[in-house]
């Protein structure tokens, strides 16, 4: 296990990057592999996700497992003493550009109301793309807070004016609207933890529908919990 945080563009924000995370990944691609998905349709996902069940002894393993890790990446990295699990699942991209939601075609944010961390572990045996961090151009924000979110979603309207709608097409690289400041490809076996805050988008290839083959990850939502009164 090899852990590096990075840091990236003109506000320092921390990435976090654990390769070979965990031991045994082949069983958790087989595992993947006879699941059952269903269709994402609460939020822009564009694919198919199932949750990791707690009552399942080895689904309740592995995200423990995962959460002793990134425990120790979040107190190292920020500091941060307890977390809580927010959701966990097992995610498929199964969605081509046209036909997925218009905000997969942007960088985007999580949530800016608390603080929350994503945990993004690529089960794909072989690259099938990874995840890209943004600067937006307009605001220069690479991280949304609320004081930031009117004004992030005005640039973006502005941009609309002055550039049209983005192309049907999955974010990749820099455009008119977003520079890219930071970019890590979808390694087997490799956990990144970033906070959901930060600008990013998947980089999605054609090829990604079928679990043992395709662009498989597994995806942890852990919220920093206020500090406790001494």
Known sequence: MK???HE???EGNKVIVIDDAV????????????SAF???VDNSYPGTRRPLRPQIDAERDYV???????????HDAFGFERFQVDAAFLSLLTKRP????PLTRIPHYDEVLRPKYALLHFLSPRVQGGTGFYRQRRTGFERISVDRKDRFHEALR????????PPMAYMSGSNEGFDQIGYFEGQLNRLLIYSGALLHSAHVPDDFADPRTGRLTANLFVV???PQKS
């Not at 423990?64 to 979040?74: D, E, S, V």
């Open 158 to 165: 502005d941009d609309y004016a002055a550039y049209g709608e």
């Open 8 to 10: 990236l563009g003109n």
């Open 3 to 5: 852990t590096v945080v």
């Open 224 to 226: 920093i919990p206020p």
């Open 98 to 101: 046209q036909d997925a939601n």
């Open 23 to 34: 031991p045994a990944v082949a069983g958790l691609i087989e595992m993947a592999a006879a």
């Open 38 to 40: 269903s269709e994402v």
């Open 64 to 74: 423990t497992y995962l959460c002793n890790i990134a425990g120790r990446a979040l």
